[in-house]
């Protein structure tokens, strides 16, 4: 039975053919360039289910090993031609966003003795590579989290119940009837909820912070900043009010109010480095719905299928190009309303309240 999945499905296979293919990873800059910088391969490791697969080098072999026991040989330049031809498909379109098939694998796979399309995965390690670490000597075993620009725009922070903020309509004098209400919540089309946000503005109420629902997701950010929850509050609202997802713009637009009164007559860029100390976070190790304890998962860092089929990562290392590529990359993005329940006025005990999403997606 052929193997069945997306364009950023397929995209895991694809690193893994073209990694053993090249026995390299590039380092890359913030602006997706590819770096002289590289990591010698000596190893990719794998686990489907109850299989640990390690996939090592013997000259030009590839040997294939499961459980500990070798299984089959493999020429590298079959990766390769393998990799060249996957990737191609994924490019002319597959199925869209959606999941297909790829028939004309099949025999390879079964080669190299892989029946998933994506590994197993308890944390943020897509793939895990033992390189040779030219920083220490050493031979570490690095797990990475994979991003593929050869399918739709992956998230870097999903939304879920978990990262809903509640807001407080107030500012008026009068709390806002219920025609009013109605109306607000009566507006829709593709941009019902900026309009929704600025509606409640242009009718001189403003939307204060509340909370975050998830007490889980609250605590998590706060592990990262004790400010964060106020600030992410703060650019979600900024957001819809000035019609402008771009993580870059809004924490300009940020910096430039400066909201939270912080002292920037330095140069301190405070806002700019709390939203990259999330994306980080988000990248290599927490997630929403989880309680973080500030430890990363992705313990060697990220790596990124470029549109051309290159492939660059940015090594634990080399954190500050991964920042500025996270930072450079990203907007906040509108998630369904439907699902989540969210960007209506609500009256919960006689107060009126409007619930927003947070998700961010890279550009």
């Not at 070798?70 to 199925?95: A, P, R, W, Y």
Request: aromatic share 10%; hydrophobic share 35%; glycine share 6%.
């Amino acid at each position: 039975m052929a193997l069945k999945g997306n364009k950023g499905e397929w995209s895991e296979l694809y690193v893994l053919f073209k990694l053993l293919g090249e026995q390299k990873i590039h380092a890359g800059d913030g602006m997706l360039n590819k770096l002289e910088v590289y990591y010698p391969i000596l190893k990719i490791l794998r686990d489907e289910l109850l299989r640990h697969m390690e996939y090592s080098y013997d000259k030009d072999i590839v040997i294939v090993t499961e459980n500990g026991n070798e299984v089959s040989q493999v020429n590298i330049s079959e990766f390769m031609t393998q990799s060249e031809h996957l990737f191609k498909v994924m490019k002319d379109g597959g199925n869209g966003n959606g999941a297909f098939e790829l028939p004309s694998l099949n025999d390879f796979l079964k080669k190299i003795h892989c029946d998933k399309i994506k590994a197993k995965s308890l944390d943020k390690s897509d793939i895990h590579i033992i390189i040779h670490d030219y920083h220490t000597g050493m031979q570490p075993n690095l797990g990475f989290s994979i991003k593929s620009d050869a399918g739709g725009s992956p998230t870097l922070l999903n939304s879920s119940a978990a990262t809903s903020f509640l807001y407080k309509v107030c500012g008026n004098t009068n709390i806002m009837d219920n025609d009013m209400v109605e109306s607000i919540n009566g507006i829709e089309g593709n941009r019902k909820i900026q309009d929704r946000v600025n509606a409640i503005y242009n009718k001189n109420y403003l939307l204060k912070f509340d909370s975050i629902e998830s007490d889980v997701f609250y605590n998590n950010l706060r592990m990262i900043d004790s400010l964060l929850p106020e600030i992410m509050a703060w650019l979600i609202i900024d957001c819809y009010k000035n019609r402008n997802m771009n993580i870059k713009c809004a924490v300009e637009r940020i910096t430039a109010i400066n909201p939270f009164n912080f002292n920037l007559s330095e140069g301190h860029d405070f806002y700019k480095y709390k939203m990259k100390c999330l994306m980080i976070a988000s990248a290599l190790g927490m997630l929403p719905a989880k309680p973080w304890n500030g430890q990363y998962d992705a313990t060697g860092g990220y790596i990124v299928v470029k549109e051309d089929g290159d492939i660059i990562c940015f090594h634990i290392y080399d954190r500050n190009q991964l920042e500025d590529y996270l930072f450079n990359n990203t907007k906040f993005e509108t998630p369904s309303s439907s699902r989540h329940e969210f960007s209506r006025i609500e009256n919960i005990n006689g107060e009126l309240f409007f619930k927003l999403n947070l998700q961010i997606r890279f550009n």
